[in-house]
């Protein structure tokens, strides 16, 4: 019976665990989880601190009663000390009575995801100064920020701006802080994010943008947050400013990227056979720019682990890849982005063209419309969509998910242009707002050559 030791359990793990049992009959399944939970949906955190959803409950799609009940060794609150991949052992701590023994394996699964990035800033371990990752984070959260009346963000991704409306519905005064110009830069160029600003103004949230924090100092009952401009007194600080991959058990075994992310092929293996990885610890294969990317999203995780278990001892179901598709709804406004912004393409050196359509998603003589904000990337030469985005208080997750199969099926503006889709009053125009969209980036690159 081949021994399988899968490290960590939350989005990739549970899925990893699931399929293995589903693909694979004569195995040994033994998960290490050095958390008392399994499945944590730490997207959902924003949702339960801002009081949409109710039922923490429901921020787990799985638990250890399950996965044993499928045949899986649980060993939740066992901590993972060392790997040695060339005698395929781990050494493991027990968190409850301090034991440590050492677990031999076949085949190892990496689920390890990531980790909050804290920088060196002084004062940061200030306990007035909170993370937000796991459920442990959640719950502290929200047992502390009631007693807060101003909130600190320190990150303006999707994790922070999200924290912000969140406790601005809830009543609190709220700050958000990011050394970046603009909120979410790296998902949405500035047309769009222009707007979330705006909102965010409207709505009683003070940006504090283009600010490097450079010190965390207690005063008086509350604590001082110093950026290079200015200093900030509240109640609490959150530190959301990214994740790092949690992959220093290998480092030096296998292949990584500079930042710690797993490299793997197709098939998910590292580049020692015997390790597979899938999740937050791993880099993607970036469709838009054909490159590893480490792009940490619950989508890419769920469907890597599924491969893991598909591919676990032979490669038989390749990755297509990802194209980071992803979307939020802020104060009602929803955001999808799938792919390069044109900002990205042009920090990466990649040469792209990029249209801005502004259109209502149906026809105006219906009683109620919506407008539709979009954006188009794609590559002049060869027409090839490379990304997109939306803005709308119309529901428009859709349209980013087409436009992300536009991009894995190399697509071109033109393909976009004339594609066939329904029309029906209540839902489009007889030319649905994407097809509008590749006829204006049509006219763009007309005009651009007749220039």
């Given at each position: 019976m081949k021994k399988i030791a899968v490290i960590g359990c939350t989005h990739a793990g549970t899925y990893v665990v699931k399929e293995i049992l589903k693909e694979h009959k004569d195995v040994q399944v033994k998960v290490f989880e050095r958390n008392q939970e399994i499945s944590f949906l730490s997207c959902g955190i924003a949702l339960y601190l801002g009081g949409q959803v109710t039922d923490p409950a429901g921020l787990f799609y799985s638990n250890p009663q399950?996965?044993?009940?499928?045949?899986?060794?649980?060993?939740?609150?066992?901590?993972?000390?060392?790997?040695?991949?060339?005698?395929?052992?781990?050494?493991?701590?027990?968190?409850?009575?301090?034991?440590?023994?050492?677990?031999?394996?076949?085949?190892?699964?990496?689920?390890?995801g990531s980790w909050?990035?804290?920088?060196?800033i002084k004062g940061i371990k200030n306990d007035k100064v909170l993370l937000c990752k796991d459920w442990s984070h959640a719950q502290e959260l929200f047992e502390r920020a009631p007693k807060a009346d101003r909130i600190a963000v320190i990150g303006a991704g999707y994790i922070g701006v999200e924290l912000a409306e969140a406790y601005r519905l809830k009543g609190h005064a709220v700050t958000l802080i990011d050394e970046k110009e603009r909120v979410m830069p790296k998902y949405f160029d500035e047309a769009f994010t222009t707007k979330i600003e705006k909102t965010f103004t409207e709505k009683g949230i003070d940006l504090a943008l283009g600010q490097r924090v450079m010190e965390f100092k207690d005063e008086k009952g509350e604590i001082l947050v110093k950026t290079d401009q200015t200093e900030i007194p509240v109640d609490l600080a959150i530190l959301c400013i990214g994740f790092r991959p949690n992959t220093s058990l290998l480092t030096g075994q296998i292949d990584m990227l500079p930042n710690g992310a797993i490299i793997t092929n197709e098939?998910?293996?590292?580049?020692n056979p015997d390790i597979l990885a899938a999740g937050d610890s791993v880099a993607v294969h970036f469709n838009p720019t054909e490159k590893p990317a480490y792009i940490p999203l619950a989508t890419n995780a769920i469907r890597q682990g599924i491969l893991v278990g598909k591919n676990l001892f032979a490669p038989r179901v390749r990755s297509i890849g990802t194209q980071a598709t992803s979307g939020l709804v802020l104060f009602g406004i929803s955001l999808c982005s799938t792919g390069l912004t044109a900002a990205a393409a042009k920090e990466q050196g990649i040469e792209a063209a990029q249209v801005i359509l502004e259109d209502n998603y149906r026809p105006e003589f219906m009683p109620t419309t919506e407008k539709v904000l979009m954006s188009l990337v794609y590559d002049p030469k060869s027409l090839k969509i490379l990304g997109g985005a939306f803005l709308s208080r119309q529901d428009i997750s859709q349209a980013?998910?087409?436009?992300?199969?536009?991009?894995?099926?190399?697509?071109?503006?033109?393909?976009?242009?004339?594609?066939?889709m329904l029309f029906q009053p209540h839902f489009d125009k007889p030319f649905n707002y994407l097809n509008l969209l590749g006829q204006a980036a049509q006219k763009h690159q007309t005009d651009q050559v007749l220039q």
């Open positions: 399950e996965l044993r009940s499928l045949g899986a060794e649980i060993f939740a609150q066992h901590d993972v000390i060392a790997i040695n991949s060339k005698d395929h052992t781990l050494r493991v701590k027990n968190l409850q009575t301090e034991e440590v023994w050492e677990e031999d394996y076949d085949k190892l699964v990496m689920t390890t909050p990035i804290v920088p060196p098939y998910m293996q590292s580049s980013a998910n087409l436009l992300s199969l536009c991009i894995q099926n190399k697509n071109t503006i033109d393909d976009l242009a004339m594609v066939d």
